[in-house]
């Protein structure tokens, strides 16, 4: 083998030599281009898994706000169709806000804070009924006590 290399020519050595070179930099960038596209589809999963976790939880906090927002409409309203439409509303917004935080265990299923504010929402039903109940009876200063219930019942944890 070693007379065989030294039998080539100077021009067919030189040029064994930058064959051998060339194919290690394109084995070199072909393992260089794998790996970047691995990582690339790894990070490319991390951030969907992260949008559709921050999707979820901005789809709660929002529920959350429409449906304290939809509540005091229905204390403010006077009128019986306006009282009616904004006790609709708000069971809009109660059912909105148990799907939105269905999905957030979904896609939050291991989180211990997640858990305590779907607990925190199972407490907080049985007032919220009270004050639409409260509401279509326009007893507002009873709703408004109800309210003050519903927000310490709310941050007790």
Known sequence: MKKLFFDLSWGTKII???VVFSAGIVAVGAVGARTISNLSSSFQTGVE???????SATAARISTMAMD????????????ADIRAAAISAIKQASLL????QKLSLALPDSADVKELVGLNQQ??????????SAKNNDASKCIGQIKGYWRCDSKN
């Open 69 to 80: 927002q939809a509540l005091y409409r229905l204390i403010l309203a006077s009128e019986s």
């Open 49 to 55: 898994v992260t949008r559709t976790r921050l999707d």
């Open 124 to 133: 907080i039903k049985q007032p919220r009924m009270q004050v639409l109940l």
């Open 98 to 101: 148990d799907e939105a935080l």
């Open 16 to 18: 064994i030599l930058v």
